[in-house]
Structures are given as C-alpha cells and as structure tokens.
C-alpha cells in the first residue's frame, strides 16, 4: 500500500475524540486499548484496536510507523487564546505580584500592556518573527498543532499590520497552523482619549486589517477602565462589517457585561469569564457562542477561577486555552487542563475534550482540527504515559513525545 503515510500501533490508550452523539461534558471521547491509528494522505483512514487497524493498514507497508507499546495517543492540542507576538520582558512584574502588586497596580505605573506595546514597537519585524517562531516551537513540543496568534501590542495601523504580518509569515514556515486575530482593541494608548481611540480603530485600523487579509477575528478587551460595553460593541460590528469575526475578552476582573455583549454580535467565544453569571452562561448557549476558560491567568493572578463546573453542568462547551502572553507564560496546553482539573473541578476527560474539540469551535473550526477519527486531519500527539489522565495528572512535566502534523512527525 504504496500510499500508507504512518501507522502508530500498540498503544496502551487511544484517546479518539469525536462529536458528541450523546449528552455529557465527556461526551465524545472513546478510549481503545491497545489502540491503533493509519494516516492516509495526511487524513486519518482508521481508527480501532491494533489487530483490526494493522490488518488493513500494515505497519511495515507504511513510509513512517511508531510501536506505540505502553503510550497514548491523543489529538493534537487546538490552543484558542494567546498574544504570542511580542518584545521584551515582564519577569520583574512577576516578582511584583508576588509582592502583593495588583494588575492594575502595575499597569498604573506604566508595567504591563502599554509597556508590551513600548517594547513591541522599538522591535523590528525580524525580531518579532524569531520571538514568535521560538514560542511556537515550546507550544508544539508541548503538543499544540493548532494556535490562535492576537495582535494588539501595537495599538497604531502600522504596529497591528506588522504583527499581523509576522502571524503570516510564521504561518508559512511553521507545523503548527496559525489563525490570526485582530486585537487593536487590547488597551487604550498613552495620553489618548478611548472614545478618540475606538474613532482610530473602527475609521483606520479595520479598513487597513481588512485590507491586509490576515486576520479572521476581531477581538476587544471588554473591561472595566479598558473599552465599555458601549465600546465594545462598536468595535466588534465594526469588525464584522469589515468581515471579521467577533471574539471579546469578558468579565475578567469585574462583571461588566462583555459576556451578554459577545452573545448579543454573536460572537465565536467569549474568553475569560471570571465573573461570569448563570445568565451570562445561558445567553453564551443560546447564541452559540464557546465560552473559552484560561485557568493559567488566574493562577498567574492568584483569583479566583471560572466556573467551569457549573458551565459545563449547564450544558456549555467549555473550551480551555493558555492565554500565553508577558503576563501568562505558560506555553503549555497540559499544564491548562491540570489547572483546568484542580482548579475548576473538570475531569482529565473534560478538559482533554476542552482543550481539543471545544477549543477548535473557539476559533470555528469546528469539522478539523482536535479531533481523532476516521476522514480528520492527521494532527495527533504520542504520550510517554498510559492514559490521557496522565496528562494532567502529571503537572510539571511534559508528556508528549512526539506530534504528528498532517501524518507527519514534526517534533520528537
């Protein structure tokens, strides 16, 4: 079978991730022992036990095969959630909160996103693109195939179009698929007015982002002294006129409505969601949009945690992210599901899910990525562990020892 791409065979677990035909946070998750998985062309031809899979699919007639004997296989991870682009170093504001400095604190002095866009600006475009190829290869060896990339330490046209340059360029020459969000509503710059702001974001910078055909979301931060609801919603029709999607940061530090606004646009998800309400939650299904958990903020901020068992019990497809930025530097979607488990009570199973097929519904890819089963994308990790709980059971240490992208191994 001169077409056979890779067989992985005699694993200890097969995680296959699926739709759900059946209610239930897990709902969708099939795990096979002494599993097996054939790549054809780049596709998933068979899924199943190992006697079953290797008899139409033979190892030794496949260009790459892995014996896969007391290891896992999974889907690769969909991470819907980073500000991977950017200059410079905020470790000393790391040892700040550590000292009892607030986040708003630290922005006040002129610490976090405006010193970002400080530092981000002086860069050239190179060095943003090296800064982002590095992190990306951190996110894969840490099993991310598939990673949502926002702009928004820029905050002017020509900054955001940089950015959103780099996210294409990096694109091209790397294994994770990127998807590019638009984000120059990320802070209000120094010495402007917001409502002058928001005036150059919906006039300048959509029409220019929209021209440039990069991004596919527009994204705000919906915050109490960030961008009103009023704000928001201004910025985020704007950007679907200009046809980009809405995505909005929500109830992250205070209950302010981005959550009933990112449900009102229809918004692809809303992310954060601290502070989120039960109605906030019902309107979020209601209008279809994925409610998107970052449990490595608020463990980087020592706050509370989303809600995510109530979420999820409500019926939400709760999705799990990094939020990898100067502020969150975690690369690692294995550490978010142990965070995800101990810190908002999801099961391995709910978060293996949260961090796969809900996570490519985040960013509307709802029939490719995150998923393991017969006709997806080849994109799939091997485990040095026995079962999918060992990821998160395992905090500290990484687990995957080999990523799979397309039916071809990229990294171990």
Not at 48 to 75: F, H, L, M, S, W
Not at 161 to 183: F, G
Not at 226 to 243: C, K, N, P, T
Not at 379 to 387: F, N
Request: proline share 5%; with cysteine.
């Amino acid at each position: 079978m001169t077409d056979l791409q890779f067989v992985v065979h005699g694993a200890a677990e097969v995680a296959a991730v699926s739709d759900a035909d059946d209610a239930g946070p897990a709902a969708g998750l099939e795990t096979i022992a002494d599993g097996a998985v054939a790549v054809v062309d780049g596709e998933i031809a068979a899924v199943g036990e190992t006697a079953t899979v290797t008899r139409d699919y033979p190892p030794e007639n496949a260009a790459t095969a892995i014996d896969a004997a007391g290891k896992t296989v999974q889907p690769g991870f969909v991470d819907p959630h980073t500000h991977a682009v950017f200059a410079g170093d905020r470790s000393d504001e790391f040892e700040a909160k550590l000292r009892g400095k607030s986040y708003q604190e630290i922005m006040a002095e002129g610490g976090g996103i405006l010193r970002t866009v400080r530092a981000t600006r002086e860069a050239d475009t190179e060095t943003l693109l090296a800064n982002l190829l590095d992190h990306l290869d951190l996110m894969l060896a840490h099993g991310s195939t598939t990673v949502e990339v926002k702009s928004g330490y820029g905050l002017d046209t020509e900054t955001e179009l940089r950015m959103l340059e780099v996210i294409d360029r990096a694109n091209e020459r790397h294994p994770i698929d990127l998807v590019a969000t638009y984000m120059g509503a990320h802070a209000v710059p120094e010495d402007r007015d917001t409502d002058e702001y928001v005036d150059e974001v919906v006039d300048e910078q959509l029409p220019a982002v929209a021209d440039q055909g990069v991004a596919e979301f527009c994204d705000v931060f919906c915050e109490e002294d960030v961008f009103d609801v009023a704000q928001s919603r201004r910025i985020l029709e704007a950007g679907r006129e200009r046809g980009l999607s809405p995505k909005a940061h929500a109830e992250e530090f205070v209950h302010l409505g981005g959550t009933q606004l990112a449900a009102d646009v229809g918004a692809t998800s809303a992310d954060h969601l601290l502070n989120a309400t039960s109605d906030d939650v019902r309107a979020l299904i209601d209008a279809g949009t994925v409610p998107v958990l970052l449990p490595g903020t608020a463990f980087g901020l020592r706050t509370e945690y989303a809600d995510a068992r109530g979420m999820l019990e409500a019926g939400a497809p709760v999705a799990l992210a990094t939020d990898f930025n100067p502020n969150c530097h975690s690369h690692s979607m294995g550490f978010a599901t142990t965070l995800a488990c101990v810190g908002m009570r999801m099961t391995p199973a709910e978060a293996l899910i949260g961090a796969t097929r809900n996570a490519a519904a985040a960013i509307d890819r709802p029939n490719g990525p995150g998923r393991l089963e017969v006709g997806g994308p080849a994109d799939l990790c091997v485990l040095d562990a026995p079962s999918h709980v060992h990821v998160p059971y395992s905090f500290g240490v990484n687990r995957v020892e080999t990523v799979v992208k397309d039916g071809e191994v990229v990294h171990g």
